[in-house]
């Protein structure tokens, strides 16, 4: 079975940064777009970053210049770096992969079980 295992959540100061961490375990044959939504309380969840297979990365634009996301494709594991964070950051981050896995013939979207980000003076 396929299991997305998030770290790096926390309590951080508006101006600090956070480094979450999404790794993927099971039988893959192949993993595509990986990435991180959000959803603050009351608001609508949104795609805050993702990442292709070839590196290419989109974000939302009010993250822009400010979030980092990257992928080690050997590992399974997609992170984003967080920096300059806000109170408007504030949200559960859920990661997500694209993947083929044995046995499955359809690409599939697995998730993760979504980590507390916090951003409060």
């Known amino acids: 079975q396929v299991q997305l295992e998030e770290s790096g959540g926390g309590l951080v100061q508006p101006g600090g940064s956070l480094r979450l961490s999404c790794a993927a375990s099971?039988?893959?044959?192949?993993?595509?777009?990986m990435g991180w939504y959000r959803q603050a309380p009351g608001k609508q969840r949104e795609l805050a970053a993702q990442?292709?297979?070839?590196?290419?990365?989109d974000y939302i634009m009010s993250v822009r210049g400010r979030f980092t996301i990257s992928r080690d494709t050997a590992k399974n594991t997609v992170y984003l770096q967080m920096s300059s964070l806000k109170p408007e950051d504030t949200a559960v981050y859920h990661c997500?992969?694209?993947?083929?896995?044995?046995?499955?013939?359809?690409?599939?979207?697995?998730w993760g079980q979504g980590t507390q980000v916090t951003v409060s003076s």
């Open positions: 997500y992969i694209q993947a083929y896995v044995v046995g499955v013939a359809a690409l599939n979207t697995y």
């Open positions: 099971g039988n893959f044959v192949g993993i595509y777009d």
């Open positions: 990442i292709s297979r070839d590196g290419t990365t």
